[in-house]
Structure formats: structure tokens, C-alpha cells
């Protein structure tokens, strides 16, 4: 079974700009969640999605936003990016629930100049 | 404050066992987890315990639960330079929406 795919895995924009990241969960799970990685902050929770709806939110401005196909794919999308947005993207799925295992997918690494 | 706290560096010679400690502060932990990530790559799932055991083990990796003192641990047996890596902790708990919470991660580095 394949794991988690999220593309692209590198990225490099200016301020100003959005960017999209997308995530193929693993084949049957349902649930995806994205986190944020940085060296200062550590792992932080963006969202999670099940069923097309967002169904827990992190602590983070509108700008990130997200969604979730109907094959369990899942999008996110961050507007006016800002140069603290530099950062390691990383999507994880799991069956049902957050609570449950979760698999990661290697991430996408955004820069921001 | 966190709810999930690692030490952030371990150093240790080719062949000794690592322990890495993690502490958690939420007795409703239900799932404890640690994850592997090498540089420039996700989280790779290394193992979880649930919180009814004291102990598992899985080939060079074992790992210690003392629910009294929230206390979680992950033991290496014969470090090899391949398992230099940051490894987390993560805990989880059934119900609600609750989202699992990690730790900072310690960075392991394993010398010849």
C-alpha cells in the first residue's frame, strides 16, 4: 500500500504570494491532518479534515485555509504569504480520527523570500 | 507550558543504547507514540504503546511506560550512526476531537 504522497516537495516564493500544497492519504484512511514544522515552534497542528469538512482547527490567522475531496485528497492553501510562513509542510492521515495512528507523508519545504 | 516534554539532545557511541524520555502531563493519555525523522523527511511511525502496558518491545526498540509518573521512554539497543535522527513523542487520548500533542523532539546523534 502506497503511504502518503504530498506534493510538490519544495517550494520557493516571496512575500505576497499564495501557495497550494496538496496531500494523497493513504489508501482508505479518511482523516487528514496538516501540521506546521519550524525549528522554533516545533510540530503545530494546522487542521484536520474528514468527509469534505474541516473538522478541527489549529491556532492560526485565516490566511491558511484548507480543504478535502471527495477521494479523501486534501488541499492547503496559504494567502499573503509572509516570510515566518518559511517552513516544513507535513500532512498525515489516519483511518478515522486524529487520535488514531498517523502515517506522515515526507512534507513540502516552503521557503519564503 | 507544553504537555509533551522531550530533552533536546542525546549523544551516544556506535554499539551503547540510546534512552530517550518523554514526559506527558494528561492522565487521559490513551496512545503513546514516537516517531522517527531523518533530515529533510516526515515523521516516520517507530512505535506506540497503549496506555494500559507497561512495556513493548520491537526488535532493537523498546519502550517503557510508567503511567504513574507519566513517564515515557524509548530505548535503542545497539545505536547505529543510521538511527541519528530526531525522535518524538506524541500522545493521543479516544474521543472528542481531541488533536495528539508532541513533543519538541530529541535529536539523537550516534558517534563512532
Known amino acids: 500500500k502506497a503511504g502518503v504522497t504530498q506534493t510538490p516537495r519544495y517550494l520557493i516564493k516571496t512575500r505576497g504570494q499564495q501557495v497550494t500544497l496538496s496531500c494523497s492519504p493513504i489508501s482508505g484512511h479518511r482523516s487528514v491532518s496538516w501540521y506546521q514544522q519550524t525549528p522554533g515552534q516545533g510540530l503545530q497542528f494546522l487542521f484536520e479534515y474528514f468527509s469534505e469538512t474541516q473538522r478541527n482547527k489549529g491556532n492560526f490567522p485565516g490566511r491558511f485555509s484548507g480543504r478535502q475531496f471527495s477521494n479523501s485528497r486534501s488541499e492547503m492553501n496559504v494567502s499573503t504569504l509572509e516570510l515566518g510562513d518559511s517552513a516544513l509542510y507535513l500532512c498525515a492521515s489516519s483511518l478515522y480520527q486524529p487520535q488514531e495512528t498517523q502515517y506522515f507523508g515526507p512534507g513540502t519545504r516552503l521557503l519564503v523570500l | 507550558g507544553e504537555d509533551v516534554e522531550q530533552s533536546l539532545f542525546l549523544s551516544v557511541r556506535e554499539g551503547d543504547s540510546s534512552v530517550i524520555n518523554c514526559t506527558y502531563t494528561?492522565?487521559?493519555?490513551?496512545?503513546l507514540y514516537w516517531y522517527k525523522q531523518e533530515p529533510g523527511a516526515g515523521l516516520q511511525l517507530l512505535t506506540y504503546?497503549?496506555?494500559?502496558?507497561d512495556m513493548k518491545q520491537d526488535q532493537r526498540l523498546t519502550v517503557l511506560l510508567n503511567k504513574k509518573d507519566k513517564h515515557l521512554s524509548l530505548r535503542i539497543a545497539d545505536t547505529q550512526t543510521g538511527d541519528s535522527a530526531i525522535y518524538f513523542c506524541?500522545?493521543?487520548?479516544?474521543?472528542?476531537?481531541?488533536?495528539?500533542?508532541f513533543g519538541r523532539g530529541t535529536s539523537l546523534i550516534v558517534h563512532p
Open positions: 494528561d492522565s487521559s493519555s490513551t496512545y
Open positions: 504503546i497503549f496506555s494500559n502496558m
Open positions: 506524541a500522545e493521543s487520548r479516544t474521543g472528542g476531537s481531541y488533536i495528539p500533542t
